[in-house]
Every structure is written in C-alpha cells, then in structure tokens.
C-alpha cells in the first residue's frame, strides 16, 4: 500500500511539472492530454489531481484527439509534445518520465505566452472579421497570409501571421476549417468573436487608463478624442466598392493594398494607444529630427514602428492624417472630415490622392518587393 501510495504521488509531481511547462493559455483539456499521452501519466491520476471524475479526463482526451485533423491543431500539439505518430500506449513509468521533465527543454518553448497571444489575436481576430477574410495556411510554412476576396474574384493579401500564433488560435477555438490540404482556409467562428469583444473591451480599458493617467499630467487637461471603428469591413474596402459613371472603381486595387499595406505595419507596432494619447504630439513629432523611436516591442515590431513613421513622413501633413485615420484607425470618411474641418464628401479625393502617394512610396522604398506584406 505505501508503494502505492508513494507511487501515485509521483506521477501527480509529475502532472503538475508538465502542466507547469505549457503557456498559460493552453487549455486544461490539452494539458491532460499531453500528460496522458505523451508522458503516460494515467487518467485516474489526473482526475484525482483536479477532483474529478476519471471519464470526464477521458472524454477531454478523446475531443482533443479528434482535433488533430488540424493541421494547425496537429502541429501545435507536436510542439507541446504530443505524438508525432500514432502509437500505443505504453505503461506509465514515473521515474523514466520524471527524468525526461528535468532534462528536456520546455516544450512549449517556441510558443507565444499569454500577452502575445492577445495582442497578435487581437489584431488577427479584427482582420478575419471583414467580410470574405480568411486565414490561409500552407504546408510547411513558417507564416499564414490573411486574404480578403473582392467581389470581383480578386484576392487582397490584408495580413501576414506567424504559424505558432495561428496555431494557438486554431487550438482554442478562434478559427476553424472545414477543408485540409496544400493551403488551408480558416474562417473566425464564433468563439473568435467572442474572444474579439473580451480583447477589444480589454484593450480599450487599457488604452482609457493611460488616458486619464495623461491627462493628469497635461496641465492643459486636454482629453485626446476616442477613436472607434467597425469590424465587418474597413472604410477602404467599403470605398473600394463606388464606382463612377463609366463603371470604373473608385480606388483601384493597388491604392487599397497600400493601405492595407500601412495598417498591417501599423498594427504590428501597436502605435494605436501611443496616438490615442497624444495625437497632435505625435504628428507634430513626424516633422523632428531625428524621428521619434519606437516605445517597446521587439526588432519586428520595431522595423514596423519605422516603416509607418517613413511612410507618414513622406506623405506629409493632412495626407497624414486622413491616411491615418481611415486606413488604421478605420475612421469614418464624415467622421474624419468633421474633426479635420473639411468640407462634405472632400475626404474622400484627399484619401485617393494620399493612396496614390503612398503606393508611389512603397514603390520607391520596397521596389519589386512593395506588393508584399510584412
């Protein structure tokens, strides 16, 4: 009995070693199945560690092995360290695997922790929203692309994400498939959505926290006016589909992809909350010497922050900031005409016109590279 006993104590050290090696959004289920599969911990153990019955660990184990026709379920579990192949089970042998946690490295290394997750699926989540977004996924590539179809049949490369961030959204139930094979599509379901409401609600307390936190400190006691924006469609896809009397579109589809090319830059270098807080000190930080450095993130996030701040520069002020305002904060075209003083229905020439300087700089900038994304 004490054999036992002792036993079945280290096979509970052992769960709780291998649980405490995953990201914290992993879910519980997927945790259980690592640890009954991969590291042969028995179900009755995990059930007795968490206080409950063993035919619910078994049912967790059984969904989450359902999910492997995934491809990106299937991926992010190998890197968890699931089996690569289907075996059968072997006994559970503590000390083996006891030895094996202390040695190896963590596996969930290489996958985003709990912040990166939210701020990549924020901006992910936003994206797959618009109507005919989709998140595609080839084999054996280390980025998804995020494509929007027009309705004309053409493709709009919106987005670029890294595999292990998609990977984590697939495995908690943001995106789904119904198809597999060389490239895979993936809508938002509505779990994704879900998830959006509690990210955007998170991050715009955060974003009014630092606000009132800046206007304490501003003697002038100046609040920054509260931007918003839509989720089915951005302004520019929605002004991409006008067309004039000959029944030529009103922005052509390379003016929309320089755009969408601006936001994406932006969105990768989170300068929403740093404009929202001071946006007339940003602009006017545009026109300094040197420019203006980025706050924090890594060197992707960086080389993004400097991107946006050439690209503004190069379009210069009032170009600036209806590009601003409609391409990355997806502002209204009247709303952004009544804050900037313009007359009716003039946002959207200056809009065109600042498109037309854009693509023009992405094209001097990036030459036969300035069609890509990220």
């Given at each position: 009995m004490?054999?036992?006993?002792?036993?079945i104590e280290q096979i509970?050290?052992?769960?709780?070693?291998?649980?405490?090696?995953?990201?914290?959004?992993?879910?519980?289920?997927?945790?259980?199945y690592i640890d009954h599969t991969e590291m042969g911990v028995p179900i009755r153990a995990l059930a007795r560690q968490q206080g409950c019955h063993a035919s619910t660990i078994l049912r967790q184990i059984r969904r989450v092995e359902t999910l492997r026709d995934d491809p990106l379920v299937d991926g992010v579990l190998k890197t968890l360290g699931g089996t690569a192949e289907a075996k059968p089970p072997t006994p559970a042998r503590p000390h083996r695997d006891l030895r094996m946690v202390e040695t190896t490295e963590n596996p969930g290394s290489g996958l985003p922790d709990v912040a990166e997750l939210c701020a990549h699926g924020l901006r992910v989540l936003r994206r797959l929203c618009e109507t005919g977004a989709v998140l595609a996924v080839a084999a054996d590539m280390e980025k998804a692309v995020i494509v929007r179809d027009g309705e004309s049949g053409e493709n709009t490369r919106t987005g670029v994400v890294d595999r292990t961030i998609a990977e984590a959204m697939a495995?908690?139930?943001?995106?789904?498939?119904?198809?597999?094979?060389?490239?895979?599509?993936?809508?938002?379901?509505?779990?994704?959505?879900?998830?959006?409401?509690?990210?955007?609600?998170?991050?715009?307390?955060?974003?009014?926290?630092g606000t009132a936190a800046n206007i304490d400190a501003d003697t002038s006691g100046k609040s920054p006016q509260r931007m918003r924006y839509g989720l089915a469609e951005s302004p520019l896809?929605?002004?991409?589909?006008?067309r004039d009397r000959e029944g030529t579109r009103f922005l052509s589809s390379d003016l929309v992809h320089a755009g969408?090319?601006?936001?994406?830059?932006?969105?990768?270098?989170?300068?929403?909350?740093?404009?929202?807080?001071?946006?007339?000190?940003?602009?006017?930080?545009?026109?300094?010497?040197?420019?203006?450095?980025?706050?924090?993130?890594?060197?992707?996030?960086?080389?993004?922050?400097?991107?946006?701040?050439?690209?503004?520069?190069?379009?210069?002020?009032?170009?600036?900031?209806?590009?601003?305002?409609?391409?990355?904060?997806?502002?209204?075209?009247?709303?952004?005409?009544?804050?900037?003083?313009?007359?009716?229905?003039s946002g959207k020439i200056v809009l065109r016109i600042a498109l037309m300087r854009l693509k023009q700089h992405y094209a001097e900038t990036a030459g036969g590279g300035a069609p890509l994304i990220g």
């Open positions: 004490g054999h036992m006993v002792l036993e509970e050290h052992q769960a709780k070693l291998v649980g405490g090696k995953v990201p914290g959004w992993v879910p519980r289920s997927v945790q259980n495995l908690k139930g943001w995106i789904s498939t119904n198809n597999n094979g060389r490239i895979t599509r993936y809508h938002i379901t509505a779990s994704g959505r879900s998830a959006l409401a509690d990210l955007m609600a998170r991050d715009e307390s955060a974003q009014a926290a896809s929605a002004l991409a589909r006008r969408e090319r601006l936001r994406e830059d932006f969105e990768l270098a989170q300068m929403g909350a740093e404009l929202t807080r001071n946006w007339e000190g940003f602009l006017t930080s545009l026109r300094s010497d040197p420019p203006p450095a980025p706050k924090r993130g890594g060197r992707g996030s960086q080389q993004a922050h400097a991107r946006v701040i050439a690209a503004l520069r190069d379009l210069g002020p009032g170009l600036s900031d209806i590009t601003l305002r409609c391409c990355c904060f997806l502002e209204g075209l009247e709303t952004a005409e009544k804050v900037l003083g313009w007359s009716a229905r």
